[in-house]
């Protein structure tokens, strides 16, 4: 596609439940990224994947959250047993090597 | 890693007023970005300057890699241009978190009519 997408653009759930986000990336890109936007903050690094392998996970918050890549494309981002912490726009972006950073529109996530 | 501050962190103009953003990075980049946040949350690329200067429109950017900052300018400004405008930047030196972009903690800029 022209852009990145991201899916579903908007996420109601309630305390407890799993999500699972998803990104498509620019056609072609290698590198992947997630990144979280709490209300009024900055952006928070997530996770990088090169590929389908995620070189660096640590700005996962806690062992509820998890994500893979396949096919080099598209990523899910899973949190499990969502807390109201977790309330925040989650963000993908991708790159070719390691250059200019493209985003998607994000997936507003809201847990009651 | 490196550190990446915006200022100023609040901006009011008048429609048609220039204005200038400023990012200090805290170490060598390879990539600096700067971002246009629209009110739907959406992240709009403006420019990718690791050096130099650049110019789209009303709006310019220049880096000076070597004093480690970067400048935003924003020229006879519009209503459009409210938001909040992000400095990133991906760290140069190997070994560190170079692949990842450290975002500023932003800038909101409010034009009025």
């Known amino acids: 596609g022209a852009g990145v997408s991201q899916s579903p653009s908007n996420k109601v759930t309630e305390k407890g439940k799993d999500v699972e986000l998803r990104c498509d990336p620019i056609?072609?890109?290698?590198?992947l990224y997630w990144y979280r936007q709490r209300l009024g903050q900055g952006l928070e690094f997530l996770i990088y994947?090169?590929?389908?392998?995620?070189?660096?996970k640590s700005g996962l918050p806690s062992d509820r959250f998890s994500a893979e890549r396949t096919g080099e494309s598209v990523s899910t981002l899973t949190i499990q047993r969502t807390q109201q912490e977790d309330s925040a726009v989650y963000l993908c972006?991708?790159?070719?090597?390691?250059?200019?950073?493209?985003f998607g529109p994000g997936t507003r996530l809201t847990v009651l | 890693g490196i550190q990446v501050e915006q200022s100023p962190p609040d901006l009011i103009l008048q429609e048609g007023a220039n204005s200038t953003l400023r990012c200090n990075f805290s170490?060598?980049?390879?990539?600096l970005q700067w971002f246009h946040q629209n009110p739907w949350g959406q992240l709009i690329n403006l420019f990718y300057i690791p050096s130099g200067t650049k110019q789209n429109g009303r709006l310019s950017a220049t880096t000076v890699a070597t004093e480690r900052y970067s400048l935003l300018y924003i020229s006879s400004s519009q209503t459009t241009d409210s938001g909040v405008y992000f400095c990133?930047?991906?760290?140069?030196?190997?070994?560190?978190?170079?692949?990842?972009?450290?975002f500023g903690k932003g800038t909101l800029l409010t034009v009025n009519p």
């Open positions: 056609s072609g890109h290698t590198a």
């Open positions: 972006a991708s790159t070719l090597r390691l250059n200019e950073q493209f």
């Open positions: 990133a930047a991906l760290g140069g030196n190997s070994g560190g978190s170079n692949y990842k972009l450290t």
């Open positions: 170490d060598s980049v390879n990539n």
């Open positions: 994947f090169q590929g389908n392998s995620a070189p660096d």
